[in-house]
């Protein structure tokens, strides 16, 4: 199968499909022939994505990721449109800089609930309808912080290695249950959204130093290692961990 056919008439939900990553990831997998399910809390962006996909089909669903009800209407959604579900990209996170002694309580479990509850969540709700797939396959994006610290980045650094484990144990427990679902987990590096783009130019130009290959990932990046362990190429890759940083954490 041609690379641009790869991923032709699958059904791939993304969450944080707004911008950014889960953006670039959309666009890719429908330039594919993959039908999507956007998924976000940011409606307005989400249709602006949505607008500019090519291909038919798509739908957008207004999800927060850390309830559980709204996961659920979401894939009573997708089962009533496709009946079944191939790819799931848990996609959807927040992070934000505050050194662990300034964080309370509150702060710490609503970075956890955006960037692990989510994925656990996203799973189970999706899980019946991947199982009908045959040929299913789930993508967490974890973060390179789940692998170097970094100040100010406790609670997400703690979340994001949360999901790179998660993510082994998924693909075990499946592999071993007899669900032909794989799970694997992408660690971008520094990359270049417009999350980034809003921090102060001396951080930005500080993070573009310490990267080895001198500059910021394109989300378009991210997204090919997102097709890749999603495809049927990648068919024996299961729990295992995609790090896209630029050598970042090989130094």
Known sequence: MAAADRHRDRIVMITGAAKGIGAATARAFADEGATLVLADIDTASLEKTHAGLTGQGHISIRLDVTSSAEWKAAMDAVGAAFGRLDVLVNNAGWGELRSIFDTTPE??????????DSVFLGTMAAMPWLEKSGDAAIVNVSSIRSRVAGWGSGPYSAAKAGVEMFSRVTAVECAQSGRQVRANSIHPGFVDTPLSKAIPAAARDERIRTVPQGRLAEPEEIAAGILFLASREAAYVNGSAMVIDGAFTAV
Do not use: D, F, T
């Not at 702060?107 to 692990?116: E, G, H, P, T, Y």
């Open 107 to 116: 702060q710490w479990r609503a970075s956890l609930a955006v960037n692990l």
